[in-house]
């Protein structure tokens, strides 16, 4: 069992920056996969962006060349950079952590990007 705390959401202006974090109750080290999910209201929860075990990375178009994912696994921590934010990022983020056939998922943060 894997769980999952989000942290770093809150109200930008648009072209601003945040960082999110994801901690881990137990060692990342070995899990296939760390990614962030989205969902904004009335929208399905999207993939934003994905890293695994080897620190291949990937990302959603939407978000290519402004989000940057890593983590850090001595403190079991994954992050999501967000820079030149818009509007259109604002949404729930999720952290997940997919292990083979198991997905574990945090409780979500609110990010608020204003115009």
């Known amino acids: 069992q894997v769980q999952l705390v989000e942290s770093g959401g809150g109200l930008v202006q648009a072209g601003g920056s945040l960082r999110l974090s994801c901690g881990a109750s137990?060692?990342?080290?070995?899990?296939?996969?760390m990614n962030w999910y989205r969902q904004a209201p009335g929208k399905q929860r999207e993939l934003v962006a994905g890293?695994?075990?080897?620190?291949?990375?990937g990302y959603a178009d939407s978000v290519k060349g402004r989000f940057t994912i890593s983590r850090d696994n001595a403190k079991n921590t994954v992050y999501l950079q967000m820079n030149s934010l818009k509007p259109e990022d604002t949404a729930v983020y999720y952290c997940?952590?997919?292990?083979?056939?198991?997905?574990?998922w945090g409780q979500g943060t609110q990010v608020t990007v204003s115009s």
């Open positions: 890293i695994t075990s080897g620190g291949i990375t």
């Open positions: 137990t060692s990342i080290f070995n899990i296939n996969a």
């Open positions: 997940n952590a997919y292990n083979d056939p198991v997905n574990y």
